[in-house]
T-cell receptor, first 113, second 112 residues
Framework: DSGVTQTPKHLITATGQRVTLRCSPR?????VYWYQQSLDQGLQFLIQ???????AKGNILERFSAQQFPDLHSELNLSSLELGDSALYFC????????????FGPGTRLTVT | AQSVTQLGSHVSVSEGALVLLRCNYS??????LFWYVQYPNQGLQLLLK??????LVKGINGFEAEFKKSETSFHLTKPSAHMSDAAEYFC??????????FGTGTRLLVSP
C-alpha cells in the first residue's frame, strides 16, 4: 500500500459524458501527478500540481482539467468523453518537486462505451 | 529531451535463473532514473532509484540496477527469479523535476 488513494476504482460511462476522478496523496506529500496508461500510448504524464498550483503539463487534452485543493487532494475532470479516453488513470504523489520518487495509487479504470 | 528505451517487450526466464531487464536512457543532463514494477490490476511500485552517488543501486525484492554513464544504461537485474517476480517492469527518467517519462515496459514471465 503506497498511501495514495484513488476513487473510484472502476468507472463505466458513455461517450459525451463527464467524470471526476479523485486522488488523496500520501500524508505530507505536496506534489500530485496524474498519468494515463493505455495499451497504445503506454504511460503518459498528464499534469502536475504542487501545493495547489499547477507546475507542469504533459499530454493532457483540452477536454481534461485538474485541480489540487487546500487539503492537497486532487481531482481530474474528464469531459466530452470519447471511446479513446478509456484507460487506467493513475495519481502519484511525492514529498516535494524532485528528484524524489513518486508513489502511485492503485488507479481508476475508466471505460467509455 | 529525456527518454528511456526498454529493449524487449517480453522476457522469459525459468525460476532460479538470472533476470536481466534492459533500459537505455537519453538525457542532456545528469539523469535521475527509476525502476517501477506493476503487478496485474495494481498500481506502480517503486523498485529502486538512482539520483547521484553510488552507481550500483539496490532495491526491494532482491533487485538491483547499475548506472553506466558510458553506455547510457540502467539495466535491472536479479540473481535468481521467483514466480512472484512475474509482472511488468517500467524504467523511467525524471524530467525537469516535474514528471517521469516511462519506457514502454517489459513483461517478465517466470516459468517453473
Amino acid at each position: 500500500d503506497s498511501g495514495v488513494t484513488q476513487t473510484p476504482k472502476h468507472l463505466i460511462t458513455a461517450t459525451g459524458q463527464r467524470v471526476t476522478l479523485r486522488c488523496s496523496p500520501r500524508s505530507g506529500d505536496l506534489s500530485v501527478y496524474w498519468y494515463q496508461q493505455s495499451l497504445d500510448q503506454g504511460l503518459q504524464f498528464l499534469i502536475q500540481y504542487y501545493n495547489g498550483e499547477e507546475r507542469a503539463k504533459g499530454n493532457i487534452l483540452e477536454r481534461f482539467s485538474a485541480q489540487q485543493f487546500p487539503d492537497l487532494h486532487s481531482e481530474l475532470n474528464l469531459s466530452s468523453l470519447e471511446l479513446g479516453d478509456s484507460a487506467l488513470y493513475f495519481c502519484a504523489s511525492s514529498v516535494a518537486l524532485a528528484p524524489y520518487e513518486q508513489y502511485f495509487g492503485p488507479g481508476t479504470r475508466l471505460t467509455v462505451t | 529531451a529525456q527518454s528511456v528505451t526498454q529493449l524487449g517487450s517480453h522476457v522469459s526466464v525459468s525460476e532460479g535463473a538470472l533476470v536481466l531487464l534492459r533500459c537505455n536512457y537519453s538525457s542532456s543532463v545528469p539523469p535521475y532514473l527509476f525502476w517501477y514494477v506493476q503487478y496485474p490490476n495494481q498500481g506502480l511500485q517503486l523498485l529502486l532509484k538512482y539520483t547521484t552517488g553510488a552507481t550500483l543501486v539496490k532495491g526491494i525484492n532482491g533487485f538491483e540496477a547499475e548506472f553506466k554513464k558510458s553506455e547510457t544504461s540502467f539495466h535491472l537485474t536479479k540473481p535468481s527469479a521467483h514466480m512472484s517476480d512475474a509482472a511488468e517492469y517500467f524504467c523511467a527518467v525524471s524530467v525537469g523535476f516535474q514528471k517521469l517519462v516511462f519506457g514502454t515496459g517489459t513483461r517478465l514471465l517466470v516459468s517453473p
